[in-house]
């Protein structure tokens, strides 16, 4: 593991993953362990006796434990409750149709960001495309005005920068100045929530700030929520359409296939979640009784790794698992995770995705990586180029 967390790993930790995978159960130097097959990380994905509160390790190592935390580091039954309050105002039953109704605003911001594109020559497919969609695509779902969308971003920036920091020697100013973002932007989602409740709209936060349910979220647990939607939807978001660019154009023709049928963006975008997915690993598990995995056992207390990104190339759960094949028809990637803590915004994320990588193809005659392989984001958690220069010949018209 200490060799996937290098940088000199980034562009290509598949070599590693299937070492990892041989091993079965990996016991590391820090007294955690890590577990790479596709049977085993399911069944740890859904064991109960897998905690995500940090809370229960005996040595929490690198991960942070606080009080109040948002619902993804938390265990039932609070974790059932805040994840389906939430889900009454996102998604199926109670709120069929509020993600694909995000899909024309989509469209247009992409069209957008297309648009403002130069016209011919180089682009940075993440600063210029990949980035700025996700967080404005929150700011709607949480009904943050128009007005404060600039102030909204900038912290967003200021708090993901902190996330990629943790990962880096030297860096205290970038982790400080996160702490700054979260507390700044945890407040204005509480003045936020108010307003909602004095002038209510159609918004999820609004939605949420006026639930009169008697299991209504607290305010804290709105505020928390809020800043999990961003945080979890956003990195994660930039980095599967900035890894789906790199892929389509280390494989033109299926740049070309996609330009030319864009309804096969949909299962294009599930192979990418199991062959790049932006979600390498899930370090944050902790065993709630001694767990046997093979020949070992793995102690209460300890800390648990899930590499989500080594199970979905398992050969032994996927045929010719290092092969970029979006017809495979059997695709059950773990680039979502599963269990009780599969992504929240999954649907969402999707469409962000299919959308962007349909325009790509579709605006940018002839393009080609001005570097391959791309320079990446310090995380080897959320893995992704940190920019993706391109050349191409003109920018189409819509
Ligand atoms: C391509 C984009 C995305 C990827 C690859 C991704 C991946 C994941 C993964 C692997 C998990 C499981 C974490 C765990 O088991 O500990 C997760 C959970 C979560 N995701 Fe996503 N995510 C993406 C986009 C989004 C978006 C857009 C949102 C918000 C709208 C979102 C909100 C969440 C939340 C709230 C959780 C926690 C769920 C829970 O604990 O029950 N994600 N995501």
């Known amino acids: 593991m200490r060799r996937v967390a290098d940088a000199g790993s980034r562009p290509d930790p598949f070599p590693l993953y299937a070492e990892l995978r041989k091993d079965r159960v990996n016991v590391l130097a820090d007294g955690s362990y890590a577990l790479g097959r596709y049977e085993d990380v399911v069944a740890l994905l859904h064991d109960p006796r897998i905690s995500s509160d940090p809370h229960n390790a005996t040595d929490p190592g690198s991960l942070t434990v606080i009080d109040n935390a948002p619902f993804i580091q938390r265990d039932p039954p609070d974790h059932d409750r805040l994840r389906a309050i939430a889900t009454r105002y996102f998604g199926p039953p109670d709120s069929a149709g509020m993600v ?62 902190g996330l990629d920091a943790d990962a880096q020697e030297g860096t205290e100013d970038l982790v400080k ?21 004095q002038r209510p709209d159609g918004s999820m936060l609004s939605r949420l700030a006026n639930d009169e349910s008697a299991d209504a979220m607290t305010e804290l647990e709105l505020a928390t929520t809020s800043l999990l939607l961003l945080v979890a939807g956003h990195e994660t978001t930039v980095n599967l359409t900035a890894n789906g660019a790199l892929t389509l154009l280390r494989h033109p023709w299926a740049l070309d296939r996609l330009r030319g049928e864009p309804d096969w963006a949909i299962p294009l975008v599930e192979e990418l979640l199991r062959y790049e997915p932006p ?22 207390g300890a800390r648990v790794t899930l590499l989500l990104a080594a199970a979905s190339r398992d050969p032994e759960r996927f045929a010719d698992p290092d092969r970029f094949d979006p017809d495979r028809d059997d695709n059950e990637h773990l680039g979502f995770g599963s269990g009780i803590h599969y992504c929240f915004g999954a649907p969402l994320a999707r469409i962000e995705a299919q959308v962007s990588l349909i325009t790509l ?8 990586l001005g570097a391959d392989p791309p320079p990446y984001r310090p995380s080897p958690v959320l893995r992704g180029p940190v920019h993706l220069p391109v050349t191409y010949d003109r920018l189409l018209p819509r």
């Open 361 to 368: 193809a579709g605006r940018l005659a002839n393009p080609r």
């Open 279 to 300: 979600v390498q690993y899930l370090p944050n598990r902790i065993a709630l009784a001694d767990i046997g995995v093979g020949a070992t056992t793995i102690p209460k």
């Open 100 to 161: 694909s109704g995000m899909e024309p605003e989509i469209r247009r911001f992409v069209d957008g960001l297309a648009d403002a594109l130069p016209s011919s020559g180089q682009a940075d497919l993440v600063d210029q495309f990949a980035y700025p969609l996700p967080v404005s695509v929150i700011c709607g779902l949480l009904g943050v005005p128009e007005r404060d969308g600039a102030q909204f971003r900038s912290w967003t920036e200021g708090i993901v920068k």
């Open 177 to 197: 100045r996160r702490n700054e973002c979260e507390l700044a932007m945890f407040g204005y989602v509480r003045d936020l929530a108010d307003q909602h409740r």
